[in-house]
Structure formats: C-alpha cells, structure tokens
C-alpha cells in the first residue's frame, strides 16, 4: 500500500507538471489566467522546495542518534528564512534576476564572475541534490525492499526525464500541491502518535527517554542489516543469526553474540530479544537517555566539541538557507519585492509548525525503533514510527502517508535542484538555450545519480551540512553584500566567491574522503562555517575596499533592488479601469 | 612616427602595436578627462617627452608628468593655437617652467576638420622636440575620435530606425473596431460604452515609448482587451485557450510583443478558413528563459510572403510580425527573435523566446 502512496505522488507530479497551467478557455477568463500567484500559494510552492529529505528523513535521523544538539538545525534553517525575508528576497526580486550568476553579473557588470557563481550553484545544490537521492534510496527500499541503487537510479531519471520533457513547465502548481503531501505527510502521523501517547501509556514508556538507560529492544525484534557495517554490541546476549557475522556464515542459528565491535554482513538478519541492549554504529557514542538529552554534553560529536559544532551548524544552515540557489529563485514567480516578502512570511509561518513537529520522529523514533542505531537505516526512522507504534490498516495507512510526504519531499527539491543545476550549466556557463538545457539536465542527473549511489554510508544530513556551508560561504556573501553595500567591487566578489566557495568546498571533500576523522581537524573541516563564513565576507570587503576599480552605475543599481516598485518614477501607478453600468 | 624612436623603445613593435590599440579603445569611449588623462599617459610614453598636455576647446582636461601651475599658460597656448586656425603643422612657444626655459610644441586635434582639442608636449632636457611625429599623433588621435564620434551617430541612427519600427496598432484593427462598435452603439448601448473604455485603454499602450518594457501579465491582458473587440466582429467563429504558467507572468518584454502575433493568427490564419477555427495561447516556464506561443489551425502562412516580410523586403501585411522579430531581437540579443512554424493549411504557430532577466 504505502508504495501505491509513492506511485500516486509520482503521477500527480507528472500530470500537473505538464498540464497545471492555468487554464482559461474563454476571455472573460483571461483575467484570471493571468493574475499573478498569491502570495500564500507561491509560499506552498517554496515549501515544497525547501522541505525536503533534509527535514523530512535527514532531522530525525540526525536526533534519534546523537540527540537534542541537533536542533540547531531547524534553528538555523528557521532563522535562514527569517534573515532571507529581511535582507534578500525583496531585492533580489525587484532587481530582476531569475538565477544567482544572473544577479551577480548585472549588480557587477561582470560577465566573466557569471561561470565562477554558476559553478558554485552548481555544486551547492549538487550536494544538496545527492542527500535527495539518497533519501530516495532509503525511502524505496523501506517500502519494497529493493537494493538502494534502485530508488536512486528510479527517481534520478525519472526526474530527468520529466524535466526534459518540459515536465515543470508549472512548477509553482507542482510544488504547490508537493507541499500540501509533504505537511500531511508529517501533520498525521504527529497527530496519531500524540493520541496514542496521551491515550495509551503502555504503547511506549515516554519516561526511556530521560533517564539512566542505554537505549534497548522493547520486544522481541528482527533487524535486516542492508549494508556491512560495524557495530558495537554492549552485552553477551543470545541472538538468530541469518547470514555474516565477524566473518562466520550462520544459517538461521541461535548464537552467543559476544560484547565488543562486530562486523555485520550486508543482507543479514538477526534477531535480538526482548529486553536485549541495541548495539549501535561503531563510529557514534552510545547515550543513555539522560545524556541524549543533554545539549552540549560530552559526546563525540564535531570531533569532540559540541560547542564548536553547534556554532558551525547554526551558521551553515542559516546563512546557507540565504544562498542556496533553487530556494532564491523561487521568489522570481511574486511581481513586485513586496509580495516576495509577503511570500517568505506565509513560508515561515507554514515552516516553523512543520519545523516543531519534525523532532518527534527522532525522539520517538529512538524508544520504539533502536534498532536503528546499529542496522545504518537511521534516515529512514520518519518512515518506521508509524509502523512500529501502530498494526493492521492503521500502520499501512499512516505508512502510506509518510512514504507519499517523503516522495513529495524529495521529488519537489530534485526537481527544483536539478532545474538550478541545469540551467547554471546552460545558461550561465554555456549561454545557451532550451536544447541545451536539457543535454545539461541529463548531464547533471548521470552525475548525481553516480555520486549518489556511492553515498549510501553519508547520513542525509551530513550531505546537506556540506551544501549548505558551501552556500553560506560563497553564494550568501555574494548576495549579502551585492545588496547591501555598494563598495563590492568585481574583484571582491571574485575573491569572495573563490575563496570561501574553495575553501569550504575543500573542506567538504577532505571530510567526505575521510583524510581526518577526530579532534579539532575533523571538528574543522566537517563543519566549516565557523572560519569560511567570516573569511568570505572578510575577503570580499578588503579586496573591494583596496580595488580601484569600482563598479559604475551604482546608484541605478542600488535604487532598483532597494525602492519599492510604486515609489519608481517610471512606474505608472497600479491601473483603474471604471466600468460603470448604464440606466442600471 | 615608428621611423625615429628613441632607443629604449625600439625593441618592442608589438608593445607599440599594444600601446597604439589601448590609445583608439580609451578614445572610442568618447574626449573626456579620462580618455584625455589616457592619452597624454600613451603620448608621453610614445615620444618619450617630459610633460604632456591635453585640453578640450577651452581647458586643460588632462595631462601627464611632473608639472605645476601651468594650467593657465596651457589654456591660452590653446586658445592662442585654435583662433590662429594652425591645424597642419604644430606651433612652437617658449615659456618658463619652475624656473627653466623650455619649448613647448602645440598640436590641433580636429574632427571633420572642426578644431575640437589641443595637446601640448615639452621634451625631455637634451633631447629635441619631433614636431613630425608630434603632428602625426595629433592626426592619429583626430581620426580614432572621428571614429568615435561615428560610432556614436551610427548608434542614433539605430534608435532612429528603431523608433520607426515602434509599436503600432494596425490600421484595420483600428476601423474595424469602430464599426463593431458603431453597430453596437443603439442595439446594446452598454457594451458598447465597455468596448469603448476598452478600446481606449488599448491606445494607451501605443503611447508608451520604445524603450519601455511591460510584463507579460499586462501583455496578456492587452490581448485580452483586443480578442474582446475582435470577438464583436466574429462571433463565435473562433475559439480561444489560454495556457499560463504563473512564473511567466512577470517577465518583461517590450510594449505590443503578443498581440500583433495574435492578430496576424485571426487576420491571416482563422479569417481566411473557412468554419470556426481555434486560437491557443501559451506562456512555459523554462527555467532561466521563458516562451510564449500563439498556434491557430488557419489557413497557414505563405512561405514566399513570410520570407519577404522578415527580411524587410515586400510590402505585406505581415510587417508587424517583422517589427516584433525586430524589437524583441534588439532588446534582448540576436538569439531571442520570434520562430515561426507554418505551411500551407496546416496552420501557424509563433513562438517568443524571453530570458527572465534582462541586464540593465
């Protein structure tokens, strides 16, 4: 049933894609065919895209394991649409420009910067893009137990071929209608796990959470390993084993699983008793309740420093939020820079509910389901509350719900990627037209689809950190001081863009490569926004302050992205047509 | 001027080449004080002299090298050179500069003739002054300005056209508009006071400039307002459908793009088929770009007559469709013309390419 769920997302963005223009069939309709969107509907659109695995998958997954810290996250993506509202959407409307390279080279005069920010788009959302796929991936082989590469492979293309097909040609329906599958997607399953817990004490002891204990199976549980991976098991404990174990074939044996870290096969299934401690990942602290819930404690996160790591994460996802390129264009679809940020209050307001409930996954994800601290599924906890807490129809029904919000999450924002990423190829890098676009969507999902297949080990969220400061740390100071100081000069921005975007692209590939993997280096480079983010604004306003060469037509420029468009002198003011009726 | 250089600059012909080149681009940009500054800058390195000077038609506007207070002795050397009207050979004056006498040369720079500069040059000590060479940069900095100037009056003549080709409502939708009406006037008085206001309201738009963009939304409603007038007229013999992705709706395109599109499909597609025929417009989002299509199932257009019309060439009725390829092609680059995909009875599809930004 839930894939049935998938299926049917699958097809309403098919069909709306290519026939959700508005659609008028007589004059009298006309007027309406071409009002502009509302400004609540173009914020369902936004929705659409900015919820995405990343929060839908990526955010439970991240809490479940290493706990309240975390929630630095949705903060700093909460405060990224604020600081968006304030300072970005309405200029970056009223200027005009429909992709970042665009607003650069025009506020700049500098054509040759156009490439150098198309590129930086184009691997911000590639990143960002991988941790869809992957979402992707998990998300399918939890409905149907296919390998991983097949959600990859399957929603890539089938993706790619839409958009090739001219399939987004009404993205702001699509994405529209995306939103409203995203938010019942969570909406639900927050309403019937807030009943069952009021009503129903014994459905899960809500007081595991806070407390001495290590997290531990409730009942009786078999856990499908689909990946190698290594674990650490806390105590002796009399397991089923069907496949590797350390090396060993069992066949569906009762064995003494040792204490100690293990090396599970990919394909086994064990089986663990009642009351049985979970083992966990190697490579993550176990916690007890107590220090799960406690932020900033001693864990081993950001190499050992929590403090340091919730600065970074803070940093990265609020400013990233600001930079991400297919997030800004979104704000191209309101006329005027008003409605933009009428647009991103509607957003924050339809943001922070969904941002609010998107925890509870995580937290209950880790008392009803512990087995996903060992078994490497932890991105798919959204998905298994439901089923774990509930039987029969019900479990089938809210599972169906949650896998139709999860498909509409990260079919909406590989979409709207893949749209950016194409069109940085195309138009900016290029400077082409429609044909090449499409060459360029396909190019860009073989590239994805490639990578994403080899990222089955990075959490979701690991890949968006990475995104995200690489937005923060280029893109956003581009679009931050373009807008708000008139003294960027071409080569400031260069510097900016090169600088920042290099070094934290650096620092994303260092991590993903595992040269370092603890301490300060680690701490460091995996979380880079703390010393990129400061560097790129540094460099961009000393090399523009010492650089001669200033940009000209500077007032014009500034005047176009900072007054209201019925303040212009131009404009002729909002039109009034009279119509009176006559001996009525 | 190459023949006698001094000898520090005798090796580098291409670093001349170079020099000469940077002299006609900073002079292409127009006689400022920035191009003068240039240009003394350039001179001096080139006849390797101590001081250069640059003046407009009456003050010093730029000037190169170690110099004080010799403004004022420039500007009446200047004066002195253009009311005598010594442009062949450059005129030689002596004067005392921080407490040294030394020569200075004066050179006219003309235009057409017409006296429009002067540049003065005092050599180095020791080494005597080339008045030929000096003469020959002068003409060399005449012509690269007689250049730009002639660029600049190429560009008036290019708005000229432009503004020739300006936006027009045709002259049959104008009269028959006003017999629909006139037939209106006593059978259904209050539509006819509505096709008015509409009528109007569509003249306005042929009153705004050239250069002034709208937004699709506003175009589309002019379509509207003209579909409604010419509905008067046909009645129920077409059909239309109307396709709009929202992201369209603001991106900007000049003035009166669509609708002589739409009004050569009913003249020349639906008004010559016989039985209703239907009309269907379409704005798609393409990412960076949009387009915008208006396809009828008309009689199709006539290649020969078609050819003729984009080319500029014949006098037929589809010189509006001409403008419109014009005028979208100068405001947003030589790709985004206007497609046309037709044949005999197969009817007409027109299709507008338009970024969704323009830079400024």
Redesign the interface.
Known sequence: MPIIAVGLVTLLTLILGTAGLRFARTTSNFFVASRSVHPAWNAFAVCGEAMSAASFLGVPALILVFGVDMLWVLVGWTIGFFLLSLFIAAPIRRFGSYTIPEFVDGRLDAPKLRPIAALLVIVASWFFLLAQLKGAGVVIRALIGTPYWVGVVAVGVLVAANLSAGGMRGITFVQGFQFFFIFLGILVPFAVISVIWLNDGDAFDDTALVTNDYPAFAAEITVRYERTITVDVPDATLVVIDGLVDGIEYDARSVMIEAGTRTIGAGADITWPAGAAAPHTASVDRLTGAEWAEPLGDKSIGGGHPLYFSVAILLANMFGIMGLPHIVSRFYTNPTGREARRTNLWVLALLTPYYAMVPLFGVIGRVVSPDLLGNGATDSATLVVGERLLDGVGSDLVTSIVAAGAAAAFLSTASGLLIAMAGALSHDILQAGVPQFRFAVWLGAAVSISAGLLVESFDINVLIGWSTSIAASSICPLLVLGIWWPGLTRRGATAAAVIGGGASTAAALTTMFGVVDRGWPFAVLATPAVWTVPLAFATGIGVSLRDSDKVVDLGHKMALMHVPERLRPESDGPRVVTETTVGA | MIRRRSANHRSGGLQLLATVNELSASLRRGFDAESATRIADITRQLLDVRLVAITDDAELIGQSGESSRWKHVVETHARAVLERRRFDKPTLFQLTLDGEQVEVAVAALTSDDIPIGTIHVVPTVGSPLQLNELQDLAALVSSQLQLAELEQSRAYAAEAELRALRAQISPHFLHNSLTAIAGLVISD??RA??LI?KFS?FLRASFKTQT?LT???EE??L??TY??LE?VRFGDRF?????????T??V?LPFLSVQPIVENAIRHGLEARPGPGKLRI?A??????I?IEVEDDGVGIDADALEEALRGTGTTSHVGILAVDTRLRSTFGP?YGLTILTGHNAGTKMVI?LP?????
């Open positions: 008085p209050v006071r509505s206001a309201e002034d937004t699709v939304s589309l409603r379509v509207e579909l409604e509905q059909e239309v459908a109307l396709n709009i992705a929202p992201e709706l603001s900007k379409a798609v989002d393409a990412g960076p770009e387009s790709e390419r969704k930004f323009v830079h400024h």
